[in-house]
């Protein structure tokens, strides 16, 4: 994928926000800050909503993007919004379970 080209797709809604991942696989540095940089914008405009992290489309990620996640949901919490993920294939789940974020996370 083109630098610059979005990594995620967002939907506003009343209440929630939805943030659609586009790609298959998120292995490298660079993908995973323009990922934090965008989520971090979402946050900011969604405030105390319901923000959804879709993951349909993703097959592999590395590690980092468990941090990312982490430090997403931590900064979501703080500004008294909601995080779920959902549509996690289920490789992807059984590292959630295998590292116990599924206590961490609503995952759907």
Aim: net charge negative.
């Amino acid at each position: 994928m083109e630098q610059g080209q979005p990594r995620i797709e967002i939907e506003y809604g009343l209440d929630v926000t939805f943030a659609t991942f586009t790609e298959e696989k998120i292995l490298e540095e660079q993908q995973i800050k323009e990922l934090q940089d965008a989520l971090d914008a979402v946050i900011e405009k969604n405030e105390n909503k319901k923000l959804i992290l879709n993951f349909v489309n993703v097959k592999f990620m590395t590690s980092a993007v468990l941090g990312l996640l982490v430090r997403v949901h931590k900064k979501v919490i703080e500004l008294g919004g909601k995080l779920q993920l959902s549509n996690l294939d289920s490789n992807l789940r059984r590292v959630f379970e295998i590292t116990q974020l599924t206590k961490v996370f609503d995952i759907s």
